[in-house]
């Protein structure tokens, strides 16, 4: 099978790198705290010195990285000791300005940006779903490596487009968790069961992945970070400055940033995302 390497073994890298080594891909991994290296280590993954001998050994390369500055710095480290003939593929979640960018530097090695969205459930589980900007056969090449990571994979068009298409995935995950947040504030105002509620709302209309598993964290006041504050909000910067190049309006967006900045100063940036449920409750005085 094609050697793989993976780079950045966080929240979503190391469940991603442990779904590569069960489906028998040969896996060299790295990452700068060497905990998660030894636990894909124990599930039969290889240990790489450093980016570079990462890169050298493989034929498809990943990365899973916090944020643009890292991402790039990585690339331009792995990139020279890349085969003409290898992939590089990045999930992390940065601006489309930084995919190209690497892509335009990568020259005569395919360069995908494939950004994902499912959260830690979803790469727990196996269940993500992958965005892929760039080279068509590139994309069906490393077809088998997602699979083996995620359910659903979408060819979005050129590169940068699969991180166009994660920022306006984020709209809606940012607008939608205040959604949920407000609707169960006012459920709860309201002297109702919880978990009834979100078993009556998750199957009409109202129903979404949001109300479904973050909704039942928030009903189980667990607000430990399946995707977290400070990460969001790095997304939504993002996606302002690319609204702003295009002349789009995003009120829903721009509010509730001011909102997750209340909770980042009151509560921390390292909370799960449904932790913005003790931003609406605070307001409403039910704390």
């Keep these: 099978m094609i050697p793989i390497g993976f780079i950045g073994l966080g929240i979503m890298g190391r469940p991603m790198a442990g779904h590569l080594v069960k489906a028998g891909f040969p896996v060299r991994v790295f990452n700068r705290s060497i905990g998660p290296v030894e636990r894909l280590v124990s599930q039969g ?3 790489a010195d450093s980016v570079e001998d990462c890169a050298r050994q493989a034929e498809i390369l990943f990365t899973c990285l916090p944020e ?4 790039l710095a990585v690339w331009r480290t792995a990139l020279p000791h890349l085969s003409l003939e290898s992939i590089g593929i990045d999930c992390s979640t ?3 300005d930084t995919a190209r960018a690497i892509a335009t530097e990568a020259g005569k090695i395919a360069f995908l940006d494939a950004p994902i969205t499912g959260g830690q459930w979803g790469a727990e589980a196996g269940t993500l779903t992958f965005m892929v900007g760039g080279d068509r056969l590139a994309f069906e090449r490393a077809r088998p490596a997602f699979e083996a ?3 659903k994979i979408i060819h979005t068009g050129e ?12 709209i809606a995950v940012a607008t939608g968790i205040l959604a949920v947040c407000e ?3 006012f459920a709860s105002a309201a002297g109702l069961d919880l978990d009834t509620t979100i078993e009556a709302l998750s199957s009409g209309a109202a129903g979404s992945w949001a109300m479904e598993n973050l909704g039942t964290r928030i009903a189980k006041r667990d607000f430990n970070p399946g995707f977290m504050v400070k990460l969001l909000q ?7 400055r690319q609204a702003d190049r295009l002349g789009v309006a995003l009120p829903g967006v721009a509010g509730v940033r001011e909102l997750f900045k209340m909770l980042e100063t009151e509560e921390g940036e390292r909370l799960g ?9 605070k307001l409403s005085r039910q704390r």
């Design 45 to 47: 993954a290889m240990a």
């Design 68 to 71: 643009d500055e890292t991402v």
């Design 94 to 96: 940065v601006s489309p």
């Design 149 to 151: 990571m995620g359910r």
């Design 159 to 170: 590169s940068g487009s699969g991180q166009m298409t994660k920022l306006t995935n984020q």
């Design 183 to 185: 609707a169960l504030t």
């Design 234 to 240: 790095k997304d939504l910067r993002l996606v302002m």
């Design 273 to 281: 995302i449904q932790a913005l449920a003790l931003v609406i409750e």
